[in-house]
């Protein structure tokens, strides 16, 4: 049964732009938090950025100021919009739920892909 369903990613060039979207089912669309994570290759998997269910945000460094994590209208989707892409920014991102780390429930993952 899946629970959260990735969609957003692509190739694009530095300076570029993307928005993820993080469809969550019935069963975790109440978990307090929701996060993006991504992992490059040979990296660990790293958080980028969290919403509550109250909108609350944070963020990692090194997205500060380019990324914007939201939740749509519906409450079921939540979203992250990357602006001034970054080679560095390359990865695999997941969105994943729950109360506290590590977070239970996760996505399959999208590629992100940003050249020079």
């Known amino acids: 049964q899946v629970q959260l369903v990735e969609s957003g990613g692509g190739s694009v060039q530095a300076g570029g732009s993307l928005r993820l979207s993080c469809a969550a089912s019935?069963?975790?669309?109440?978990?307090?938090?929701t996060a993006w994570h991504r992992q490059a290759p040979g990296k660990q998997r790293e958080l980028v950025a969290t919403?509550?269910?109250?909108?609350?945000?944070t963020y990692a460094d090194s997205v500060k100021g380019r990324f914007t994590i939201s939740r749509g209208n519906d409450k079921n989707t939540v979203y992250l919009q990357m602006n001034s892409l970054k080679p560095e920014d390359t990865g695999v991102y997941y969105c994943?739920?729950?109360?506290?780390?590590?977070?239970?429930?996760w996505g399959q993952g999208t590629q992100v892909t940003v050249s020079s």
């Open positions: 994943s739920v729950g109360y506290t780390p590590p977070y239970p429930y």
């Open positions: 919403i509550t269910l109250g909108d609350s945000t």
């Open positions: 019935a069963r975790v669309v109440n978990m307090p938090v």
